[in-house]
């Protein structure tokens, strides 16, 4: 009986185990995941924290599932060496474990810059759920937060904290909000928007210090301002947790490296999630685990061999009653790129389309959900759209009839 093992029991470790119990019936298959639930919903983390979901509702699968899908899952099992000529793991308690195939689905944790201040009492990351556990009960005792980070996960962040009734400042480095899904005109667009609704904002600035003596009482800028806040959350992007691979000699940049069928350079060992990298990509989101997950464990268990063609970064937010959706490379800024946008104040909508070589390859949509399916369509089609550059964004267009080939 073949014995396959994944280390991490998030999204891809867990979309890993129910791949290879269904194309391997008869083969044993554990997932050892250190922390002390099973796989839960990190995108649902922002509505625990918001307190309008209780953490039962965070669980993807009930505790039984995996028992009935003859999965062994061991939570509170930390990983701590691999051997790969041998074929074992250690795990922290000693006991030594064999593999024929092993996943490394390890995922990544929070990035905390080096300032001084960052270990004083108050201080959070939002990565798992008890981050979020104790970030809720230092709400409860807080008054103001600063959030140190205006990307996705902080503008979600900033949001379920004004939810709890505190003031919220949100510090972005660079000079706009969302830089990796928005261009200066969207972000300025959007952060309009969200600062009628209550939130502040300070952008182009660099965080020096969190300040205070036995707790945190805020944080001071470089160029001397100081931010009151008794939360102060950093949510300044991620970094892949490598730290098992680089230690049994596997392949490591900013993630593990991993080839399109998501095999390590070691010989048996894939991975796949926030913790491998492709291209040179650390993805950092669910559909590419998701996808990397379904990939990994087919050539794992030596079905029809499967590669991984990359996906489509997309991202969405919803927040405040706003849809922002930022879609493939929609903040390129070459010269020789046709841009097209639409800003409608009046129905808060702003919409903006890039093309290179008559090829769509990103778009942003603010408060227009409509066409986000057949933009994305249009995308992936690598289609020329040189004839319609001018009307892809027009309401009277038939976006819908062209993206059929009519
Ligand atoms: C608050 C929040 C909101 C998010 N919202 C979105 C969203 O809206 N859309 C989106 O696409 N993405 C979102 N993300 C990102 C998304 O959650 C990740 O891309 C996804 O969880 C990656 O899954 P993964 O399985 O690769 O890693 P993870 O979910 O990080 O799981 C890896 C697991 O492995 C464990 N582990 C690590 N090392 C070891 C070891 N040595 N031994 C045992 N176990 C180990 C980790 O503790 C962890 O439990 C969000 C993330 C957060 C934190």
């Known amino acids: 009986m073949i014995r396959y093992v994944i280390v991490g029991g998030g999204v891809a470790g867990t979309t890993a185990a129910q791949n290879l119990r269904r194309l391997d019936p008869s083969?044993?298959?554990?997932?050892?995941?250190?922390?002390?639930?099973?796989?839960?919903?990190?995108?649902?983390l922002w509505e625990f924290l918001a307190g309008t979901l209780e953490q039962s509702a965070l669980l993807y699968r009930p505790p039984d599932w995996y028992a009935s899908q003859k999965i062994d899952l061991r939570i509170n099992?930390?990983?701590?060496?691999?051997?790969p000529k041998e074929h074992t793991l250690t795990l922290a308690s000693g006991e030594a474990l064999a593999y024929d195939r092993l996943l490394?689905?390890?995922?990544?944790?929070?990035?905390?810059?080096?300032?001084?201040?960052?270990?004083?009492?108050?201080?959070?990351?939002?990565?798992?759920?008890?981050?979020?556990?104790a970030m809720r009960a230092q709400a409860a005792r807080s008054r103001r937060a600063v959030v140190i980070g205006g990307g996705l996960l902080g503008l979600e962040t900033a949001n379920a904290l004004?939810?709890?009734?505190?003031?919220?400042?949100v510090v972005e480095i660079v000079p706009h909000l969302l830089p990796r899904q928005l261009d200066r005109e969207g972000a300025q667009f959007l952060q309009t928007r969200l600062e009628s609704m209550g939130l502040r904002f300070i952008t182009g600035a660099r965080t020096?210090?969190?300040?205070?003596?036995?707790?945190?009482?805020?944080?001071?800028?470089?160029?001397?301002?100081?931010?009151?806040?008794?939360?102060?959350?950093?949510?300044?992007?991620?970094?892949?947790?490598?730290?098992?691979?680089?230690?049994?000699?596997?392949?490591?940049n900013k993630g593990i490296l991993a080839?399109?069928?998501?095999?390590?350079?070691?010989?048996?060992?894939?991975?796949?999630?926030?913790?491998?990298?492709?291209?040179?990509?650390?993805?950092?989101?669910?559909?590419?685990?998701?996808?990397?997950?379904?990939?990994?464990?087919?050539?794992?268990a030596g079905a029809a061999p499967g590669v991984y063609p990359g996906t489509l970064p997309s991202a969405t937010l919803k927040l405040m009653g706003m849809d922002l959706t930022s879609l493939g490379?929609?903040?390129?800024?070459?010269?020789?790129?046709?841009?097209?946008?639409?800003?409608?104040?009046?129905?808060?909508?702003?919409?903006?389309?890039?093309?290179?070589?008559?090829?769509?390859?990103?778009?942003?949509?603010?408060?227009?959900?409509?066409?986000?399916?057949?933009?994305?369509?249009?995308?992936?089609?690598?289609?020329?759209?040189?004839?319609v550059v001018d009307r892809l964004l027009d309401v009277t267009f038939d976006l819908k009839g062209f993206v059929a080939g009519k």
Do not use: W
Request: proline letters at 5%; aromatic letters at 4%.
């Open 27 to 44: 083969a044993a298959v554990a997932i050892l995941g250190d922390e002390p639930y099973p796989y839960y919903y990190r995108p649902k």
């Open 259 to 300: 080839g399109p069928s998501m095999q390590t350079g070691t010989e048996d060992i894939f991975a796949a999630g926030d913790a491998a990298e492709i291209e040179g990509r650390v993805y950092g989101l669910v559909i590419p685990a998701i996808e990397q997950a379904r990939v990994a464990s087919q050539n794992m």
């Open 208 to 252: 020096a210090a969190v300040t205070g003596e036995s707790a945190a009482t805020g944080i001071r800028l470089e160029d001397g301002r100081e931010v009151p806040g008794e939360l102060i959350l950093f949510s300044a992007g991620i970094v892949p947790n490598v730290d098992l691979a680089r230690g049994a000699g596997i392949g490591v």
């Open 162 to 169: 004004c939810a709890l009734n505190l003031e919220v400042t």
């Open 77 to 83: 099992t930390a990983v701590t060496a691999i051997q």
């Open 329 to 387: 490379e929609a903040t390129a800024e070459e010269a020789a790129l046709t841009i097209r946008r639409v800003v409608d104040a009046k129905a808060q909508c702003y919409k903006k389309v890039v093309v290179r070589d008559g090829v769509l390859i990103g778009a942003i949509l603010l408060n227009e959900t409509e066409t986000v399916p057949l933009l994305k369509q249009l995308i992936a089609s690598k289609r020329d759209v040189s004839q």
């Open 104 to 133: 490394l689905a390890t995922g990544a944790c929070c990035f905390m810059p080096g300032v001084p201040g960052v270990h004083l009492p108050g201080v959070h990351v939002l990565r798992t759920l008890d981050d979020a556990a």
